[in-house]
């Protein structure tokens, strides 16, 4: 439906999120979107969240804004959920509170951009010229989602591949 009612306003999906919360805040009805009730309520809370998250990034440095994020999407709950899985993710996400915490208090406004880039520049498969008649390696991990129509997978011993927690 959100797609949809972009489509027809001309807009993005983020931007028609932020819409909602224009039209509530200007104390329209978001009913006369073309949204369903339903849709609307639930969109409608998280086109809210997507505001404050952005007014807030105007104003905290991008290691609050991440806790920020964190805190207030109910993630840190979800990972507590005292699986092995939830663990693993939890110190991913104290990895890149890690990777984050370099910036300081530099504003996350000017922070954010030079960290995507960073973080998009630190894996090559995006650059990958698949066309070339070259043999590619990469990590299991890394191949995720991709389709080749030969693949040699290496180095397979008990207890990495099924890494021994998954067991």
């Known amino acids: 439906e959100l797609a949809n009612w972009s489509a027809e306003e001309g807009t993005s999906l983020g931007a028609a999120l932020l819409r909602l919360a224009g039209l509530e805040r200007d104390h329209h009805s978001v009913d006369e979107t073309l949204l369903s009730p339903r849709s609307s309520k639930l969109l409608l809370g998280l086109s809210r969240l997507l505001l404050a998250l952005r ?22 709950e979800m990972l507590a959920d005292g699986t092995e899985e939830g663990k693993e993710r939890a110190e991913n996400v104290a990895e890149l509170y890690s990777a984050v915490g370099r910036f300081g208090s530099q504003p996350a406004t000017d922070a954010l951009p030079v ?36 693949v040699f997978i290496v180095g397979l011993e008990e207890g990495i591949c099924p890494h021994s927690r998954a067991v």
Request: aromatic residues 6%; glycine residues 6%; charged residues 25%.
């Open 115 to 150: 960290f995507l880039e960073e973080v998009s520049l630190a894996t090559d498969v995006d650059q990958t010229d698949w066309g070339a008649d070259a043999t590619t390696l990469m990590t299991l991990h890394a191949a995720k989602g991709l389709e080749f129509d030969t």
């Open 55 to 76: 007014e807030a990034s105007q104003q905290l440095s991008l290691g609050e804004l991440l806790k920020r994020v964190v805190d207030d999407t109910g993630y840190a």
